[in-house]
């Protein structure tokens, strides 16, 4: 197996943001989801578009070998923060695995209770 490198890492990540991005645009029928340039310190996660309750959702897509959750979701937290997002998740790549229906999604209980139905949660990191 190839070695990692910065540009391989960089380049499957942002396949797995397109993909995260092309399937829910497909799912949701909305042409308005796409993959969002990167926007330094005031990062507003990867997918562009996602909305739910008439709020935004901030999406952070992951594809590393090495699982951080705990730091995934301060990150999707912090960028949902600067979005004005209700909520931030990530959806992570399972490797091995390209469908991207196949992927998986994390949360906090707070951030699925929201998209149950709950109100908005309040992030304080």
């Keep these: 197996m190839p070695t990692r490198t910065n540009r ?3 380049a499957a990540g942002t396949r797995h943001e397109t993909s995260v991005a092309t399937y829910l645009a497909q799912q949701l029928q909305d042409d308005r989801i796409e993959r969002r340039a990167r926007a330094g310190a005031k990062d507003r996660g990867d997918i562009a578009g996602i909305r739910y309750r008439g709020r935004r959702v901030v999406i952070e897509a992951k594809n590393t070998t090495r699982t951080n959750l705990a730091g995934w979701i301060k990150e999707a937290h912090r960028e949902a923060g600067n979005d004005d997002a209700a909520v931030g998740i990530v959806v992570a790549k399972r490797h091995g695995n390209a469908d991207p229906a196949d992927q998986w999604v994390h949360m906090t209980l707070a951030d699925l209770a929201w998209l149950l139905g709950a109100d908005a949660p ?4």
Excluded: Q
């Design 8 to 10: 391989s890492a960089r």
């Design 122 to 125: 309040t992030y304080d990191e």
